[in-house]
């Protein structure tokens, strides 16, 4: 069983920052990668920012340069430091795990409940 369960969302102003927080519990496996989605409303779910278990990172282009993801891999933690705001940015933010036990296993995939992100104009 895994579980996923965010927090650090809410309501800012545009300029402004938000750290997100996603930690894991249960059967997490070395071989992951942990990953922030957003979702806006009549929206699909995009990949905001992505970090392997070694590190690797991957940014949608809307927020390069403006939001970080980093991972605590002792503690199955993985954050989103969100700087410089844009109204464009709210969406519900889901935390995504993606593992697998060995490497001729598939993949399976976790999301958590998600967190809702507001910036105002």
Same mark, same amino acid.
């Given at each position: 069983?895994?579980?996923?369960?965010?927090?650090?969302?809410?309501?800012? @102003? +545009?300029? #402004?920052?938000? %750290?997100?927080?996603? $930690? !894991?519990?249960? &059967?997490?496996?070395?071989? =992951?990668?942990?990953?922030?989605?957003? @979702? +806006?409303? #009549?929206?699909? %779910?995009?990949?905001? $920012? !992505?970090?392997? &278990?070694?590190?690797?990172? =991957?940014?949608?282009?809307?927020?390069?340069?403006?939001?970080?993801?980093? %991972?605590?891999?002792?503690?199955?933690?993985?954050?989103?430091?969100?700087?410089?705001?844009?109204?464009?940015?709210?969406?519900?933010?889901?935390?995504?795990?993606?593992?697998?036990?060995?490497?001729?296993?598939?993949?399976?995939?976790?999301?958590?409940?998600?967190?809702?992100?507001?910036?105002?104009?």
């Amino acid at each position: 069983q895994v579980q996923l369960v965010e927090s650090g969302g809410g309501l800012v @102003q +545009a300029g #402004g920052s938000l %750290r997100l927080s996603c $930690a !894991a519990s249960g &059967s997490i496996f070395s071989i =992951n990668a942990m990953n922030w989605y957003r @979702q +806006a409303p #009549g929206k699909q %779910r995009d990949m905001v $920012a !992505a970090i392997t &278990s070694g590190g690797r990172t =991957n940014y949608a282009d809307s927020v390069k340069g403006r939001f970080t993801i980093s %991972r605590d891999n002792a503690k199955n933690t993985v954050y989103l430091q969100m700087n410089s705001l844009k109204p464009e940015d709210t969406a519900v933010y889901y935390c995504n795990l993606n593992q697998r036990p060995n490497t001729w296993s598939t993949w399976s995939a976790y999301w958590g409940q998600g967190t809702q992100v507001t910036v105002s104009s």
